[in-house]
């Protein structure tokens, strides 16, 4: 890669340096101030016209299943709804971090083994002076090892499965920052010479591979407390050993639960409770046979995000890049670089596994990053923020511009922490396996053909590049996996006066994993999915369909967005058959059909001058909303509502059709009269503002995807500065807004 300082903007950069890329063409204008109707690409979204069939091999997608729910009814200031669960739901008020601090020296060293109850009902045994290497979280600070019990469990509930199997508390740093951990396994387990008092979920601990004294605390020995926890008022004098393993408790081990009144514990026996570890998410589904009309009930700014890069990179001798023949560097574009080559081993993130995790090494310095783009979505657990262009920098200071180091045209992070929960601006962390080398450049999220990128190494010094820009919200494919359709953009540029010309030369498909230490990865299952002479399937997003088994599940259907000029068309496959374009059909305005409408098509289901857009399902209003900025540029979120004539219910709720596709509405009923959700302020550099979502799930139960109302909003707002610059030429701003 091309070394060079840090002095032009990113938007200048990106055509002199690599990314990730495609093929065949379709040129657009990208303008600079407000877009008006025309057919045209810019940087985030697009059209186009009709069809050649490239063959593009079908993804399988393995079976999943979904567990026994169990219903209940609940009222919320008059408004009834009804609650599909996935497991053990603590209420808001048992998450919070005030219960009494307890003394962690009475547990360890000396009471390995006590198996508990956190408030949340959850059994626990503690582990004393262990650690275990794979974290979900960065390093949290509480006030005890209760409170870091919370969090997992709190972690747990906000995302709507077991994810978090252990907490770690270091009672030496009681008074400073980390000292609590959160783990995802506990397979690979070291000691540790500090003292480290430990939490695993109990099921976790019996089919883990190490063993321990397990004690069990009874009734007669706990005293009461104004804590609502039961390990809080255990201690050293108060414990009754069991010896077992964890792979086989005792049969006469007893243990604690939990009255209603959360402070006193009483004695059941013979067997230990069995955490629940349903996969998938719950849902409020409110009652009645009518819509519920959302109404924006306030708002809140968070801010700008921050960046905290991961402090470790990969470090391995990287195969020889590919060499195209000089007849194949020429200036424009060439369908070929992207059909006719492998993935290329130098981009896309590399997962940290047994083979990798003994090759990890620190980075020199902490790199500074400045990207364009910034949607995400929801994927095993994690809140992921995709990017497009993504330009790394030595590090920065207000006293010191960062020197450029490398550009690739597409990032990912991890939202770390969950501020946004408390309404402040979220941290966002790259993975370890997203560097390059030691100083930070990076690989890029989205992988690239060998063809496109060999192109970019030699051609991006006279502004000619391809890109892959992950530009659209995740759609959820399974409990584990999601897709993004990209759009596959050579990106020409006039080297004297900067001008640049961007070209849709087709779409290619990313499945998404997530979860791992080297960070979300993604697997370019095909090549390219869509030609550039045809609508721009999938890349303005999309949504699931979920079937009869509900949310996770491998039944029903994904249906992909078709942005055209005058709104959305609409296009559908099955969750196993993404990957196979021709196992596609369209809306025609009547009926589904095989054949492909053209961009001239005016069978819309969404009819509006989109720019970025989402379209969901809110169990709470029994309908779907549409959120989207217009291509006005006005920094205005619009929103509308499907006014169905009775409440939208999928097949998997109770009373739902079994045999329907709820997500068919969109073709029979109108839309709402556009209303304002939120308005943002222009950019530091006073542009408007563009790449606009909503992040779902964030909000756990609270969300408005899973019957809550609260949303999380991003957007990308240009600054006016430089990308070497402490306040980078782009930030990437949050927001919530309550739709009751």
């Known amino acids: 890669m091309l070394n060079a300082t840090a002095s032009a903007p990113l938007s200048e950069l990106m055509a002199i340096y690599p990314t990730r890329t495609t093929e065949n063409i379709a040129k657009l204008e990208l303008r600079e101030g407000p877009r008006g109707k025309g057919h045209h690409f810019t940087r985030h979204h697009g059209p186009h016209h009709h069809p050649k069939h490239d063959q593009a091999t079908p993804h399988p997608v393995p079976h999943s299943s979904i567990q026994q729910r169990t219903l209940s009814v609940r009222q919320d200031g008059g408004y009834e709804s009804f609650v599909i669960g996935g497991f053990n739901q603590p209420t808001t008020s048992s998450l919070s971090t005030s219960a009494a601090t307890i003394i962690p020296s009475s547990i360890c060293p000396g009471n390995d083994g006590i198996v508990f109850q956190s408030v949340s009902g959850i059994t626990y045994q ?116 069991v010896k077992t393993s964890y792979a086989s408790p005792s049969s006469n081990s007893t243990t604690i639960s939990q009255s209603s009144s959360a402070a006193a514990q009483t004695l059941s026996q013979p067997t230990i409770p069995q955490p629940s570890t349903a996969p998938q998410p719950g849902a409020t589904f409110g009652l009645g046979k009518s ?70 090494a620190p980075l020199r310095e902490v790199p500074h990053l400045s990207r364009d783009g910034g949607r995400g979505g929801f994927v095993n657990g994690q809140h992921l923020f995709t990017f497009c262009d993504s330009g790394s920098y030595s590090t920065t200071t207000f006293a010191q511009d960062g020197d450029f180091l490398a550009f690739v045209s597409s990032s ?36 690239m053909t060998q063809g496109e990128q060999a192109y970019n190494i030699v051609m991006q010094g006279k502004g000619q590049r391809y890109a892959v820009w992950p530009e659209s919200s995740i759609i959820p494919l399974d409990g584990k996996r999601g897709l993004i359709y990209a759009p596959i953009i050579y990106d020409n540029v006039n080297m004297v006066t900067k001008a640049a010309v961007f070209t849709y030369t087709g779409a290619t498909l990313l499945e998404i994993t997530a979860g791992g230490r080297g960070g979300p990865i993604a697997n370019r299952t095909v090549r390219k999915l869509f030609n550039q002479d045809e609508v721009e399937w999938g890349c303005a997003g999309g949504l699931r369909s979920w079937g009869p088994s509900g949310y996770g599940g491998d039944d029903g259907k994904v249906y992909v967005f078709g942005a055209v000029s005058g709104g959305l068309l609409l296009g559908r496959t099955t969750p196993d058959a993404a990957a196979d374009r021709d196992s596609y059909e369209y809306w025609t305005g009547s009926s ?55 409440a939208i219910l999928p097949p998997f709720a109770p009373g739902g059709d079994k045999n329907s596709d709820y997500v068919e509405n969109l073709l029979k009923y109108e839309w709402s009269d556009e209303q304002v959700l939120y308005k943002a302020k222009p950019g530091l550099g006073g542009k408007y503002i563009y790449s606009g979502g909503v992040h779902l799930g964030y909000f ?20 006016g500065k430089e990308p070497s610059t402490v306040t980078s030429e782009y930030q990437i701003i949050t927001a919530e807004v309550n739709l009751a």
Request: proline share 5%.
């Open 126 to 241: 503690t582990v004393c002076g262990l650690n275990f290497e794979d974290n979900i979280m960065p390093f949290l600070s509480v006030d005890s090892f209760e409170s870091c019990i919370q969090k997992c469990d709190a972690y747990n509930y906000d995302n709507h499965r077991v994810e978090c199997v252990a907490a770690l508390f270091v009672p030496s740093r009681i008074n400073n920052e980390d000292d609590c951990y959160l783990k995802s396994s506990v397979d690979n387990s070291s000691p540790n010479e500090g003292t480290v008092v430990g939490a695993v979920r109990y099921k976790v601990a019996q089919s883990a591979s190490f063993t321990a004294v397990t004690t069990v605390a009874t009734t007669s020995q706990v005293q009461p407390s104004s804590s609502t926890s039961a390990v809080s008022s255990i201690s050293s004098a108060s414990l009754s050993e």
């Open 291 to 360: 819509i519920v009309v959302p109404q924006v009930g306030g708002s809140k700014l968070h801010g700008p995000s921050e960046n905290r890069p991961t402090s470790q990179y990969i470090e391995f001798e990287h195969p020889d890049g590919y060499q195209l023949p000089q007849s194949l560097l020429q200036v424009g574009v060439n369908g070929d670089l992207t059909t006719n080559y492998d993935i290329s081993p130098q981009t896309g993130v590399l997962e940290v596994n047994e083979n990798t995790q003994s090759i990890l």
């Open 412 to 447: 990912v992070a991890v939202d770390v922490g969950m501020n946004g929960l408390a309404g402040n601006p979220i941290f966002l962390q790259d993975g370890i396996g997203e560097w390059s080398d030691n100083v930070g450049r990076q690989r890029g999220f989205a992988p």
């Open 592 to 646: 589904w059909s095989n054949s492909m409408p053209s961009s001239t098509s005016a069978a819309y289901f969404l009819k509006a001058p989109i720019m970025d857009v989402d379209v969901f399902y809110s169990p709470r209003h029994l309908t779907f909303i549409a959120v989207y900025l217009t291509i006005y540029a006005d920094n205005v979120f619009y929103y509308r509502y499907l006014k169905a004539d009775t």
């Open 700 to 719: 756990g139960s609270n969300d408005i995807s899973n019957g809550g109302s609260r949303i999380l909003l991003s957007w990308t707002a240009p600054t």
